[in-house]
T-cell receptor
Framework: AQSVTQLGSHVSVSEGALVLLRCNYS??????LFWYVQYPNQGLQLLLK??????LVKGINGFEAEFKKSETSFHLTKPSAHMSDAAEYFC?????????????FGAGTRLAVHP | EPEVTQTPSHQVTQMGQEVILRCVPI?????FYWYRQILGQKVEFLVS????????KSEIFDDQFSVERPDGSNFTLKIRSTKLEDSAMYFC?????????????FGPGTRLTVT
């Protein structure tokens, strides 16, 4: 069965610092991979996704993630944190082919950005 | 930009009562989903729905739960006899396709509190 692990339930960075949120998946076949962001009192918004092709994926708001099959990882990064990046971030996976695309989520990482 | 809407934003009910959570998916989407997030836990898949039928359901989605698309716009989740452990945030999502590579768009959620 597929599962997702997000290391660190809380991450705190200074404004302007690198953001690194970690995600590892467990699957016999590389799944499709997603990062969602949730701002307070809002729904989940897709930041970026990896399906096939280039393993470095760029998303909205300056975020990017790299799929590393050998490490079964899909870590999210942003070179310079902004105060508006404070939110909860969820990594999710979905079966790569056929079937219906239910998402399997990690536990989430709450990002705090301080001045 | 089209969005998924959910009502109410917060529902308080007594144990044993029936509740109906409502969602209006994006108008040209064909696939609909419910997820829930118990406080402090992962977002969990409940059910997917297409062509007026359940496509897939999780172990959580037992006989107490049902879904319906009563008209061309609404998608509802009914819990027949609520339990304390049903207290959670419930998210509706929709997508244009069932393929795993297609994005699911999430609503802002309904917080259900069972007392």
């Amino acid at each position: 069965a597929q599962s997702v692990t997000q290391l660190g339930s809380h991450v705190s960075v200074s404004e302007g610092a690198l953001v690194l949120l970690r995600c590892n998946y467990s699957s016999s076949v590389p799944p499709y991979l997603f990062w969602y962001v949730q701002y307070p009192n809002q729904g989940l918004q897709l930041l970026l996704k990896y399906t096939t092709g280039a393993t470095l994926v760029k998303g909205i708001n300056g975020f990017e993630a790299e799929f590393k099959k050998s490490e079964t990882s899909f870590h999210l990064t942003k070179p310079s944190a902004h105060m508006s990046d404070a939110a909860e971030y969820f990594c999710a996976v979905s079966p790569p082919s056929g079937g219906y695309n239910k998402l399997i989520f990690g536990a989430g990482t709450r990002l705090a950005v301080h001045p | 930009e089209p969005e998924v809407t959910q009502t109410p934003s917060h529902q308080v009910t007594q144990m044993g009562q029936e509740v109906i959570l409502r969602c209006v998916p994006i108008s040209n989407h064909l696939y609909f989903y419910w997820y829930r997030q118990i406080l402090g836990q992962k977002v969990e898949f409940l059910v997917s729905f297409y062509n007026n039928e359940i496509s897939e359901k999780s172990e959580i989605f037992d006989d107490q739960f049902s879904v319906e698309r009563p008209d061309g716009s609404n998608f509802t989740l009914k819990i027949r006899s609520t339990k304390l452990e049903d207290s959670a945030m419930y998210f509706c999502a929709s997508s244009v396709s069932q393929l795993s590579s297609y994005e699911q768009y999430f609503g802002p959620g309904t917080r259900l509190t069972v007392t």
